[in-house]
């Protein structure tokens, strides 16, 4: 009987970079369908070089771009909602990946293992 490996173990053959949990304070712009401009400040949760999962009240929708702000940095990424995860106390989980891969922009530094 073969084995077959666990979801987790074939999602990490696929991240094109590691994840790191850090709570990275955010604002996310985007549009409505009305074409409003709305503005969420926000926490990421998880991060990596290209893009990370967010939470977030304003609704969204699968491959709708929105742009993350560092609000340390005061940079801004062009990002893709790539996921709608669960929803808890009305905030939903946001996957987001960047346009354009970005090592950089979380501006935190990996913590050792040692």
Not at 4 to 30: C, G, N, Y
Not at 77 to 97: A, D, I, N, Q, W
Request: aromatic share 4%; proline share 6%; no cysteine.
């Amino acid at each position: 009987m073969a084995i077959q490996p666990s979801p987790d173990t074939k999602s990490q053959k696929r991240r094109r970079s590691q994840r790191l949990k850090a709570r990275v304070t955010i604002e996310v712009r985007a549009q409505t369908a009305e074409k409003q401009s709305v503005t969420e400040k926000t926490e990421a949760l998880i991060i990596n070089a290209h893009g990370g999962l967010i939470l977030l009240s304003m609704k969204v929708a699968p491959d709708q771009l929105v742009t993350v702000v560092n609000l340390k940095t005061g940079d801004e990424l062009l990002s893709r909602v790539t996921s709608l995860g669960p929803s808890f106390m009305g905030k939903t989980e946001v996957g987001v990946e960047f346009i354009k891969p970005s090592p950089q922009f979380w501006d935190v530094s990996p913590v050792s293992s040692h």
